[in-house]
């Protein structure tokens, strides 16, 4: 398995071969989406004054509500050439459909296909596809498609049941995983229970989606810590959504998912719409190349992310994604330190003493952000809640106000501010 000769190439090479798919894609909406079309005309926006990626900046952004709002005005093209219907998973408001054409599912197998290389594959493995299938999904259908494109072997088992998975690992011998990783507890645990040893079962690798596996150094999250004390797998990050039809999924360095130039240009911006450099965090914002069913220019994912721009040891000197460090609309405040909630998640997962929490942010009396943890916890005496909070201070510079309290009540707030498919752990009370 090779890597695409652009992807070995300096970022300015990457940047030529970008410059004339841009200007395809903006031609290509110019005449077929109804919704670029009325905002070119809008902001007197003509789009061979685009010459390439340095010009993105001229471009308005295209945010989230746009989509959810004008759904049906930014597919470019008849219902008759849709072949796929996918939805987003809409973890913030109303799920966004996406249809993809012919050509798009021959780009979205490609990407998926890069994807698994670049997460050491080859037509010697056989996944284990954990990932739904169906419901309305992308990524389980991108992974078969990839899978296949490889020439490797595919088993798709779909989510839940340890004792079928196990099953499967049993009869198939599988090599590599692809899954949600918090799944890969229970299977564990289900292991256990039935004298099955994990590290003799075969499973070299887990392709990892949906939750943080690494934190922003990427040292191991304490989910993947949980996972990797009992089962000496291999764990890659993947970084996608369905809006982008792509995926920045790690090589075998583990410093971050790669970017394919091919198939997206990539922005990561600062609070003031600059990019940021080398190591810095900001806000993921893509244009979607070869895309011809709904086609995005300069869409705000909302995701925050560390943005890596030198060369990597694998050979690939395309840029690198970091995990997701928060949502930008969670971003806290607080005492002069900019945080997410992801990284209270991780610290109080740490406690198998907490059976479940939330962290609260609201607005104090002076109008600053503030930030309370209710938890349910076995422990709840004065020095397990000054071990937790001296815990906090040291990881985060900031102390919290902490509350012990029942489980039922952190359920009911919970359900109250449920996110569709994810329990809600966040929970913004926040004014404006
Ligand atoms: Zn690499």
């Known amino acids: 398995m090779s890597i695409p000769d652009l992807e070995l190439m300096p970022l300015s090479e990457q940047h030529q071969f970008q410059n004339q798919k841009l200007s395809e894609l903006l031609s290509y909406v110019q005449s077929n989406s109804p919704h670029y079309k009325e905002l070119f005309r809008k902001e007197k926006i003509s789009a061979d004054k685009i010459k390439g990626v340095d010009d993105l900046k001229h471009l308005p952004f295209t945010q989230k509500e746009d989509l959810q709002l004008h759904n049906d005005n930014f597919f470019c093209v008849g219902k008759s050439t849709i072949i796929d219907y996918v939805t987003t998973s809409g973890t913030l408001g109303e799920p966004i459909i996406i249809g993809l054409t012919e050509n798009d599912l021959k780009r979205l197998e490609y990407n998926e ?79 256990k229970q039935h004298d099955i040893d994990v590290n003799a079962s075969g499973i070299k690798k887990a392709i990892c989606i949906g939750e943080p596996i690494r934190n922003p150094d990427f040292s191991y999250s304490t989910l993947a810590e949980k996972i990797r004390s009992e089962w000496n797998v291999e764990l890659y990050s993947t970084y996608a959504s369905t809006e982008m039809q792509t995926a920045f999924t790690e090589c075998s360095q583990f410093n971050g998912g790669h970017h394919h130039p091919e198939l997206l240009v990539l922005e990561v911006l600062d609070e003031n719409g600059n990019q940021v450099g080398n190591g810095e965090p900001g806000e993921v914002v893509i244009t979607t190349l070869g895309v011809e069913g709904v086609p995005l220019i300069r869409y705000k994912t909302g995701d925050i992310c560390h943005y890596f721009s030198d060369p990597c040891k694998c050979g690939r000197q395309t840029v690198r994604l970091g995990p997701v460090i928060g949502r930008k609309k969670q971003m806290i405040k607080y005492k002069g330190t900019t945080l997410y909630p992801q990284a209270f998640f991780d610290i109080l997962g ?27 916890s076995k422990k709840t005496d004065l020095e397990f809640e000054k071990e937790l909070i001296d815990h906090i201070k040291a990881k985060l510079r900031v102390a919290p106000k902490l509350e012990f309290t029942a489980n039922e009540i952190i359920e009911m707030l919970q359900n109250k501010n449920s996110l569709g498919r994810k329990v809600a752990r966040f929970i913004d009370e926040r004014k404006g």
Do not use: H
């Open 113 to 191: 296909y890069l994807s698994l290389v670049c997460a050491n594959g080859s037509a010697d493995d056989i996944y284990q596809i954990i990932t739904t299938l169906d419901r309305r999904f992308m990524a389980g259908l991108a992974y078969y498609m990839g899978v296949r494109r490889m020439g490797a072997g595919v088993i798709r088992v779909g989510s839940g049941i340890p004792e079928l998975q196990w099953d499967t690992i049993r009869k198939v011998k599988p090599t590599a995983l692809i899954t949600v990783p918090s799944f890969m507890l229970p299977m564990i645990r289900f292991a």
């Open 350 to 376: 740490r406690f198998d003493d907490i059976s479940n929490y939330v962290v609260v942010a609201s607005t104090n009396a002076t109008g600053t952000d503030e930030i309370k943890i209710l938890a349910a």
